[in-house]
Each structure stands twice: as structure tokens, then as C-alpha cells.
């Protein structure tokens, strides 16, 4: 039975729009599998109201918030502390509050390199073919790096995010032993010559995502590649459904949106989240809005 009284705490979510987020049920059922007197809400927040909405974290002592579209690299200017994948990413997706002082994270890489490991998909030392330059792609290009993988090639439209994810590799050539190769999506030849000499491919594009394309053609995807879409709704993209005819191990969004909330989740109390509990839960939930 759900309780609440007065010494419940809150943890919640800061984004525009956030009132669609999975985050609510999925940390509030966290919290109340693991015993802890708190709950999690989501808040709407106009650009005016975001830094106000901050210094509340530390005026009604939340436990921290995570922090979505489009305030996550306002975010970075508005805490006291940032660590190093936050850093890098110049986004913050988590804020811990540490009696009073802020410290900010970003849990979508590390929770996207969660997923893989739970796959039983090793990286470190791997070759690493990344869709997408976004805030997802540079999130994953990080932990891939600071995680040992040993080469990441990112594909890419000639975009403003092009030429981010060009500068943060500049940055994390500087900090970290992997190789970097940026190419233009357009490269076909290339696309095909990288996919075949990686273990993993992964698609950080929002394709796939309200149509039924796919950015790779079916003849690049193999039976030993491992193929990744950080898309969980649909469950089955259409990249996905072509790397799983070819006999390649296909592994959809949900994980990744699960181990950021449990990064998260673990930052804030000390806990690992009960994913047993909270997996189906999200699931269910995912698949009623399908
Ligand atoms: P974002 O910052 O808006 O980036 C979108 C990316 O998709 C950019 O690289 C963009 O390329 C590319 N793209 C969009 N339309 C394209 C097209 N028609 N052809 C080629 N490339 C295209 O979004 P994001 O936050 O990185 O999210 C990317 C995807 O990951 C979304 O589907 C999102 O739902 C998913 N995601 C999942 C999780 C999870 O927990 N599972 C977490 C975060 C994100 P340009 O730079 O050329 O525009």
C-alpha cells in the first residue's frame, strides 16, 4: 500500500513538455519496492521559471531531479559540482543534492553501457559504430570512451550537432586513448566499411521513431554484429527488425531508459533500483501508450 507522510521526500523531473515522461511510475515504484519514504513528480517548466525551479531543489531539500529537453545544458551553469561525463557532454541530466550543494551528472551514457553489459554485450577494447551526433550520441560517445571502448565511428547529417560532436571529440581525444572517425551520413561506402569491421552498431537517431525507416541497409547488418536502437517505442524499429532477419542480437531503447533512471536513482539513495520490480512495471506502461 502506497504511503505518504510528512518526513516523504521528493525527487522529480524538470523539462518542457515533461508531462508524457516514464520517470514518475518508474522512480516512485523504485522508491516504494525499496522501502524509501519518497516520491517523484513531474514539472512543466517555461525557460523563466527553470532557475527558480533550481534553487528549489535546495529551498525544499529534494533528494535531486533529473533534469530533460531543453534544460540540460542550462543546467551545467546552475549547479555547484560536475562530474567528469557531465563535463564533457556540457549537458546535465541528474542533480544530487548534497545538503544544499549541487552536483550534477549525466546517467544516459552510463545507462546506455548498463544496458549493453546486461546483454552480455562486452565493449571495452571493441569498435563502436555510432548513428547520430544529438544529445544521445554525444552522452553514449563519452562513457563509450571513458568505458575503454577502442574505436567509435559516428555517422552523422552535415548538422549544428556535426559540428558539436566533431568539437567534443576533439575534447575526449585529449582525455581518453579511443579513436575517433566522424564521417557524413551520406558516406555510404564508408557506413558499409565501418559496420563491417565493428561488434556493435548503435542508432542514436530519432529514425525509426514515427516512421518506418532505417538508416542502415539490411545488406550491412550480419549474424555476429550486435545491433542497438536507443529507440523504445516502437519496441521494434525498423533497423532493428532487419538486423534480427539477418541472425544479428538486437537490443531496443527500454534498458537504456531503465539504467539511466537506475543511475540516477542510485545517486540519490545510496540504492541500487529493484529492477526486477520496476522492469515490468515500465514495460506495461510503455507498451499501453504503444
Ligand atoms: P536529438 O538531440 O534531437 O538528436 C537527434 C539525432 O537524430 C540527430 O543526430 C539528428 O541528426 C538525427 N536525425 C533526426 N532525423 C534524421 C533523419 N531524417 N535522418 C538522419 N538523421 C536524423 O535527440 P536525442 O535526444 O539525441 O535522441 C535521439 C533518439 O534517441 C530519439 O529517438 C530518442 O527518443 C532516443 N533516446 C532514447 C533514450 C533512452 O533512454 N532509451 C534516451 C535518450 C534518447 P541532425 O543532427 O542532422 O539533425
Redesign the pocket.
Known amino acids: 500500500m502506497f504511503k505518504i507522510s510528512g518526513q516523504t521526500k521528493l525527487a522529480a523531473l524538470y523539462a518542457q513538455p515533461a508531462r508524457h515522461s516514464f520517470s514518475p511510475l518508474m522512480q516512485t515504484t523504485a522508491f516504494q519496492a525499496a522501502g524509501i519514504d519518497a516520491i517523484y513528480l513531474s514539472f512543466d517548466l517555461t525557460a523563466e521559471k527553470f532557475p527558480h525551479a533550481m534553487e528549489a531543489i535546495r529551498s525544499l531539500d529534494l533528494l535531486g531531479v533529473n533534469i530533460s529537453m531543453p534544460y540540460k545544458q542550462k543546467a551545467l551553469t546552475l549547479v555547484d559540482e560536475v562530474d567528469q561525463a557531465a563535463q564533457l557532454i556540457g549537458a546535465v541530466n541528474t542533480v544530487v543534492n548534497q545538503k544544499g550543494k549541487l552536483i550534477g551528472y549525466n546517467t ?1 551514457g552510463a ?1 546506455f553501457m548498463k544496458s549493453m553489459a546486461e546483454q552480455a554485450v562486452e565493449s571495452p577494447g571493441k569498435e563502436l559504430t555510432l548513428l ?6 554525444q552522452a553514449i560517445l563519452v562513457q563509450a570512451a571513458l568505458d575503454g571502448v577502442r574505436k567509435i565511428n559516428v555517422f ?2 552535415p ?4 559540428q558539436k560532436i566533431a568539437a567534443l571529440i576533439e575534447r575526449l581525444e585529449q582525455v581518453t586513448t579511443c579513436e575517433f572517425q566522424l564521417f557524413e ?1 551520406a558516406e555510404q561506402t564508408k557506413l558499409a566499411e565501418k559496420i563491417a569491421g565493428s561488434t556493435l552498431l548503435v542508432n ?4 525509426g ?1 514515427t516512421t518506418s525507416d532505417s ?1 542502415v541497409p539490411p545488406e550491412m547488418l550480419r549474424r555476429d554484429l550486435v545491433v542497438a536502437d ?3 517505442q516502437p519496441q521494434q524499429t525498423a533497423l532493428l527488425q532487419a538486423a534480427k532477419a539477418n541472425g544479428a542480437q538486437t537490443i531496443n ?2 534498458g ?2 531503465l539504467h ?1 533512471g537506475a543511475e540516477a536513482f542510485k545517486l540519490w539513495t545510496g540504492q541500487s533500483m529493484p529492477l526486477a520490480v520496476v522492469r515490468p512495471v515500465l514495460e506495461k506502461q510503455i507498451k499501453m501508450k504503444e
Open positions: 544516459d545507462g547520430g551526433a544529438g544529445g544521445a550520441a552523422n547529417r548538422s549544428p550537432n556535426y551520413l542514436a537517431t530519432s529514425v521513431m538508416l536507443l529507440i523504445y531503447g527500454l537504456m531508459l539511466q
